[in-house]
């Protein structure tokens, strides 16, 4: 998200509501509807059950919206458009390229998530899961800050 947004802003603070978000997945696929809901929170951009405006004003029903067919099925894809110029940006983050624990932190993160998510988990388990997973996050986080090669950014009508 701060990455299209800094692509059709550049150096002017974007203006919330008047960005239009499509998630190129369904809400309850996958982390779909959790990413909508961030962009939703960032943008103002919200689904049918989103505020319908004052008048013609500050209207964010329907500027996020979901579509299951991606334009690139090799990536999880979004597209910010913003509503003043037209100008939009195609998202795709392409999981090949992303950072992540070494082996035996992923290996375990798996053994100890069935536990976590099962409810059967001590607290120790659930907490090194918790750890592992907020360390693997903090990269992905420390990744996108600089340059990578798992976001891209392309122009798109």
Known sequence: ????????Y???TPVRGEIEVTVYGAPDDGVYGVAGQIFSFITGAAPSTGFKGLGPSFR?????TY???SPDPEAMCFKFRRRDSGKAVLC??????????D??????????????VGGTAGQAEASEFHRLWIENVMMIFESARGSNNWLKIEDVR
């Open 10 to 12: 550049a150096d002017k």
């Open 60 to 64: 964010r029903k329907d500027l996020l």
């Open 1 to 8: 998200c701060r990455a299209a947004l800094k692509h059709l």
């Open 103 to 116: 082996f035996e932190k992923e290996r375990r993160m798996g053994e100890l998530m069935s536990g976590v």
């Open 92 to 101: 795709k983050i392409c999981h090949d390229g992303m950072p992540g624990l």
């Open 67 to 69: 579509d299951k067919k």
